[in-house]
Each structure stands twice: as structure tokens, then as C-alpha cells.
């Protein structure tokens, strides 16, 4: 293995580092066409990115080598405008894998946008990260069941504990299938080409 590859191994990309590199994923961007989608897609609400973070974020993706800027002149202002590289491709591609397939089916702000760009993925790819997830959140539940068994003789706000997180799981468990008969569908696709338009 090349450095430059070890290097990229060890690269990671925190919460909104992962949200800013999939925005400009989707085309060439300048950090005001960031904040404009963030804000028409309501992303605010289902992630935790400020409206100043921006530039300091996309900063970082560029130092760690995952962005390219170029300068251009729109109305007599100057834009910098970021494109994503190809190893900044590769990398957001494996975190879209990675958080999709170890979902545990709790509350999981990665996971919300992991799933807004499943597009990333082939249909393959797809599949196996949703079935990897939904085995991991099967098993969980069974563990929740049988300690809800041994506990049963104990009053309701302990047995709550398990009975709310086990519903909970349930409906995630339905929501994950539900995702997996549409990608068998072709549902899961996009045209690359059209990909955030």
C-alpha cells in the first residue's frame, strides 16, 4: 500500500464535513449555493450544521485534499467555487457505506445524510449496506425482547424501557424493508449525470 493511500485510509469526515462534501458531491458549488440548499431542504432541521461553519468546513475538505477551488467573476464579484476530487469521491462514497450499513436504528444524524445521498451507491451496494443494517438492528431487538422477558415481573416504568426502544426498532425494521423492496425495484437509482439537480 502506497503512503498516499494509507493516508487516505486514516481520513475521516466529521458531521458536517460528510454534509458539505455530499452537497458539493452533487455539483460544483460555492459556499453561498451550500448554504442556499442547506437551507431549501431544510437540512437544519435533521442535522446539526451552522450557517458560519460553512467555510470552515470546506477549508478542511480542502486542505485534507477531498476539494478543488477555482476562482470565477459573477456580476463583478469574485466566487470560489469547490469541486469535489476523486479521492474525496471515494472517501464519501465509503462513509455513505459505512453509515448505512452499521445503522443500529437509533436517532443518528450521519445516518439521515447517509440516506439523502444512497444515490452514490450502486444498487448492490445498496442492498448489502441496508441488509447489513437490518441484521444488526434484528439481533438488537431479540436482545432487547429477552431481557424484557426476564424483567417482566417488574413494574412499568422498567419495563418501559425495553417495550419503547423495541417498538421503536420495529418501525425502523419496516422502514429498512420498505427501502430494500424499492432498490429491487430500481427505486435506489439516480442517473448520475442528474444527480442533485
Not at 431542504?41 to 470546506?58: A, E, L, Q
Not at 424484557?148 to 425495553?162: A, D, E, W
Amino acid at each position: 500500500m502506497s503512503t498516499q493511500e494509507k493516508s487516505n485510509t486514516k481520513l475521516s469526515l466529521n458531521h458536517a464535513e460528510f454534509i458539505v462534501l455530499g452537497l458539493i458531491a452533487e455539483y460544483s458549488s460555492h459556499a453561498y449555493d451550500i448554504n442556499k440548499r442547506i437551507e431549501e431542504r431544510g437540512m437544519r432541521d435533521w442535522t446539526n450544521i451552522g450557517r458560519s461553519s460553512i467555510y470552515r468546513v470546506i477549508k478542511s475538505l480542502e486542505k485534507k485534499g477531498l476539494t478543488n477551488k477555482w476562482i470565477e467573476e459573477v456580476d463583478n464579484r469574485t466566487l470560489k467555487v469547490y469541486n469535489i476530487t476523486e479521492n474525496g469521491s471515494r472517501i464519501l462514497k465509503k462513509k455513505v457505506f459505512n453509515v448505512i450499513s452499521e445503522f443500529m436504528g437509533k436517532k443518528d444524524e450521519d445516518f439521515y445524510v447517509a440516506f439523502s445521498m444512497l444515490p452514490l451507491l450502486t444498487q448492490e451496494e445498496q442492498i448489502k449496506a441496508i441488509n447489513h443494517s437490518l441484521d444488526k438492528i434484528k439481533k438488537h431487538k431479540k436482545g432487547l425482547e429477552r431481557m424484557l422477558k426476564q424483567n417482566s415481573h417488574t413494574p412499568l416504568n422498567v419495563r418501559g424501557l425495553f417495550e419503547h426502544p423495541i417498538r421503536i426498532l420495529g418501525t425502523d425494521i419496516e422502514f429498512l424493508e420498505w427501502v430494500l423492496e424499492e432498490i429491487k425495484k430500481g427505486g435506489g437509482q439516480i442517473d448520475p449525470e442528474s444527480y442533485g439537480k
